[in-house]
């Protein structure tokens, strides 16, 4: 499912202009960082997206469907967002009540609905949390209800907002699997976050916002490597980015193993002199 | 300043202890980190020390819990808020809601507790000296960002001159900026000998930074306790479940694939992984 | 409060529009508040103002007439009735809102606190007001949140009405989670020791404050009394 955003413009009433003239193409499939700090206009350009706000001006299209024709509940069907909060979304008394409230507004027959439940529960370890409530669980455990009732939708396109925060070491090498399967799945993914080293190891490409206008939209190796613009956005570079530049390497590894093999490369072009 | 020997909490209804035959002391005037996976017993240590158990959470306790000189278990909450103060995760929930300004919602625990006037003015100011909130006294404490919440809360909480401050996972709802901001503040209230910390964090970078000391808790147990760059170096550390900073991996891939040496203590902060990459 | 809708009824009608005029409007101009207060008042008023108008005029059955419209007559009391009523809400609703618009509701409190109101009654006053907003964010973000899976709330009353129902769990069990720890955070602000309490904010009680209040009770009771008299010697 491409996305495509000609010129939007939103300005929350009695507020500021949160999105000045945002374009941007997301190609079917492909994934995406939306990075900035805090009232950038990064959640807000989702909402517009997701059909929950109405852009000033400007357009929206989700594959064919213009999205300003179509209710929130609509574009559901193709886009999901999964927010950053869990308990703004839990509302059913069962973990199993919960994930199928999606499938259910998509008019699904329950044989099927029973087998989404089970595959997502599946992949994100929840399968013996299905008659809780989830108010019970914990919060990295309500995190990932929340994210498998967003799944269960199967909806081609996924915007994660700020997925990381909260989780612990288990539960973030969780989250890596489970956004490995949605590559292999071949779904668009659009995520905000503040985390950078997330960004940089998932994530080809980065959209940088700051006050309401899109400041870059490069690789991440680009958007990583300039100084000036995390400055302007005020955006700390990933870890293993800032050692590289301390260290004065000409590369920027945006993953351990990056950095591992630059290291090599480097000690073993030592060796030789 | 605090002394735990063999304390083990069940919270009622619970079969299994939060905390199990948990020893500890921690000495005045150091910033402590509590680390840990989630249900590793972090939150509850902190209601422990903070008296919000067995004061607020029931459950059985056993063993001995003495904070800042205080009996806890024997003492109240309104004795113990005297001389503990608590910093909780969420930033919006700590604005009382009952004052209209940033001055004023720090002087609302000085009201609760009675403190004469003149020194109230006295001490609020300090407060917004200490956490940089000078600028925005008079603003709503609404009008904050997160982070600025935050720092608001360990205003308020420092106003009323706490031998030691509990936070529970201060930063996880904020951002980089956020983080930042109140990892710099705790370290240097602890530095300029204000109040002991005791933080149960996630952030290993910043832990590695600020922290005097380290303690792991797993399953409401200790496993490892002494300074960060011990405790995070720990060949044991891998199997603890703590979100590992992307130094320390990349010195453990390194030294898998034998591109660096076996041996040398694994970096947690910038400045060490310069020097063991150098 | 009953006071001062006894005062209300008991001043001659036309004294409510020099009230009014006189002293509610220009202490707003003084606050700087003139245009909120009369655009708030306006639409306060207008709702009631229209229809006893239309009413008392068309109605009154009785006395000279007016004017005529088509088969209605509009009637002279009527008229001077409909003025006394509207005269009475308006001056009520004009001094009620100088006193919200005017005063801080917490020094409001605090003086009520003063003078025997329990602590608790003003904590809760003056965060109910602060917070309702912000509870009214929440089930904002809860209402977006569903209509993300697939809820539908755009179209027919019936839907939207329909689209309320799972709002509700959401709403309370999020309050009420937020509940405890707000209380924590309370209790870490020494909200349940027991002991005296100080206060930041100092409320001056000039002289000149208090002569206003005994010479404001003793007009209230004038007034009423000669009323009350009037009446009975009718």
Known sequence: ?273 | MIELDGVTFTYAGEATPALQQLDLRIGAGELWAVLGPTGAGKSTLCSLLAGFIPHFYRGSLRGKVRVAGIDVPGSSLGEMSEHVGSVFQNPFNQVTGARYTVREEIGFGLENLGVPRPAMLERIERSLALTGLSELAERSPYALSGGQQQRLAIASILALRPKLMILDEPTSQLDPAGTGQVFTLLRDLVSAGETTVVVAEQRLEWVARAADRCLVLQSGTKAAEGTPSDVLSSPEAEGWGLCQSRFSRAARAAVAQGVTPLGRQLPHTLDQAVEYFR | MGLLLAVAFAVPWWACYLTLGLLVLPLAALGRLFGPLTRTLWKLVLPFAVPILLIQGFFWGEGEVLFTLGPLSFYRLGLIFAAASIGRIAMLGGCFLLLSMTTRIDMLMRALVERGLPNQALYLVVTTLQLVPRFEAQAHRIQDAQRARGLETEGSIARRARALVPLIGPLLLASLMDVEERALALEARGFSRRGPRTSLVTLRDTPLQRWLRLALWLLAATLILYRLVSWITR
């Not at chain 1, 955003?5 to 009695?14: A, D, R, T, V």
């Not at chain 1, 209710?71 to 839990?90: G, H, K, W």
């Not at chain 1, 959209?207 to 955006?235: I, N, W, Y």
């Open chain 1, 1 to 273: 499912m491409n996305v495509r955003l000609e010129s939007l413009s939103f300005g929350y009433p009695g507020g500021a202009q949160a999105l000045r003239q945002v374009s941007l193409e997301v190609a079917s499939g492909s994934w995406l960082a939306l990075v900035g700090e805090n009232g950038a206009g990064k959640t807000t350009l989702a909402k517009v997206i997701c059909g929950l706000l109405r852009p000033d001006t400007g357009r929206v299209w989700v594959g064919d469907w213009n999205a300003q024709e179509h209710s929130a509940a609509q574009l559901a069907r193709r886009i999901t967002y999964v927010f950053q909060n869990p308990d703004d979304q839990l509302f059913q008394r069962t973990v199993q009540a919960e994930v199928s409230f999606g499938p259910r507004n998509l008019g699904l027959p329950p044989s099927e609905i029973e087998e989404r439940l089970i595959q997502t529960l599946e992949v994100l370890q929840l399968e013996g949390l299905r008659s809780r409530h989830p108010y019970d669980l914990t919060p990295t455990q309500r995190k990932f209800v929340a994210l498998a009732a967003a799944d269960a939708m199967r909806a081609p396109l996924m915007i994660l907002d700020e997925p990381t925060t909260g989780l612990d070491g288990p539960a973030l090498r969780l989250l890596d699997g489970y956004l490995a399967r949605k590559r292999q799945e071949g779904r668009t993914l659009i995520a905000i976050s503040h985390d950078m080293d997330f960004v940089a190891e998932q994530f080809e490409r980065v959209v940088v916002m700051a006050e309401g206008k899109v400041l870059a939209d490069a690789p991440a190796a680009q958007v990583f490597g300039a100084a000036d613009l995390l400055a302007a956005s005020h955006l700390e570079a990933p870890q293993l980015v800032r050692l590289a530049e301390r260290l004065r390497w000409p590369t920027r590894p945006l993953t351990v193993e990056a950095f591992v093999a630059d290291l090599a490369t480097r000690r073993m072009a030592e060796a030789r002199r």
